[in-house]
């Protein structure tokens, strides 16, 4: 991502909406998800109300509290649904705003078609993360036997995973977790802050601090430390290929190895092979990294991209 080549004119100054668009995304995502979250809470309080015949609201606290326990597991078997809602909404909410900044500044929100070599790369360098996390996560549970605080962290994350897995349906799982969920935070995490802090950095540093909001995001110490990764990642697959559709399909491939195929599989001997197959997938998506690096910038640009192709190319 050496855009060292970038004349520095070709950037522009820093203005609060460097700052505002990113916040603006990001706040986008909570404001949905909450507003949508609260939606189903009311709607499930409503179904277990008229179930257990109450029909006054006058006494709202003792009706939590007798509803308590129903309607906070009825909304964990319908995470993933809620998931699924808020991420549409978000996805027509950030593809118009994506488009209209892509309007005005092409060079800087760069759409370029995607080669199905770049598509196929993308797969196989999830398929390596997938493997890198999951060596990661058997270290740390090595770690933990001798390290009470970080069992207790593995713990929590075991409990937090579980809560928000749905009812495990695997049709949900899939629409949600693995589809919706990937190209709502790729609007928003790539396509708009990513772009916007590359109009007046230098790309890799984009890159870098995109991957460090997009973990620190999920608000999580476990998932903070091995989405990191994946986050950069993404951010560089963006900037070498110059098409957001590269990032969403390793975005998507990235959750359904990590959620679906587990949901499918379970554990055993099958999910044993597939952890197998995604270490060796290790070297062949560093392989593949390697090579979408090298071909940067390579192939057809769209006249619009071409007039900014030197503040572009990583």
Not at 55 to 65: C, E, H, K, P
Request: proline share 5%.
């Amino acid at each position: 991502m050496d855009d060292s080549k970038t004349p520095a004119q070709d950037r522009r100054p820093f203005r609060a909406r460097t700052v505002l668009i990113p916040a603006a995304g990001m706040a986008g995502h909570i404001v949905t998800s909450t507003v949508v979250s609260l939606v189903f809470v009311f709607v499930i309080m409503a179904q277990l109300m008229a179930r257990q015949g109450i029909s006054s609201t006058a006494g709202l606290v003792s009706i939590l509290a007798s509803l308590g326990q129903d309607a906070s597991d009825a909304l964990v078997q319908l995470s993933t649904r809620a998931a699924f809602v808020y991420s549409i909404v978000q996805i027509a909410l950030f593809l118009p705003i994506f488009r209209y900044l892509k309007g005005r500044e092409p060079a800087f929100y760069p759409t370029e078609r995607p080669r199905a070599l770049q598509l196929l790369s993308a797969v196989a360098i999830a398929a390596g993360l997938s493997g890198l996390i999951g060596l990661m996560f058997q270290g740390a549970e090595a770690l933990g036997n001798s390290v009470p605080y970080v069992k207790s962290v593995l713990s929590d994350y075991a409990d937090l995973s579980r809560a928000f897995s749905g009812d495990g349906n695997l049709f949900w799982v899939i629409a949600s977790t693995c589809i919706a969920v990937p190209i709502a935070e790729e609007l928003i995490f790539r396509g708009l802050i990513m772009n916007e802090l590359r109009r007046v950095m230098p790309l890799w540093v984009a890159v870098v601090l995109q991957g460090l909001l997009f973990a620190l995001f999920h608000m999580n110490t476990v998932q903070t430390l091995y989405v990191l990764i994946p986050g950069i990642l993404l951010g560089a697959v963006y900037a070498w290929t110059r098409s957001i559709a590269v990032p969403m399909v390793m975005h998507v491939a990235f959750n359904l190895l990590g959620a679906a195929v587990p949901s499918a599989l379970g554990a055993g001997t099958a999910y044993d092979v597939v952890f197998i197959v995604e270490c060796a997938f290790i070297l062949v998506g560093t392989l593949c990294a390697v090579w979408l690096h090298l071909s940067r910038g390579k192939g057809s640009a769209t006249p619009q991209d071409a007039a900014g192709a030197a503040s572009t190319a990583p």
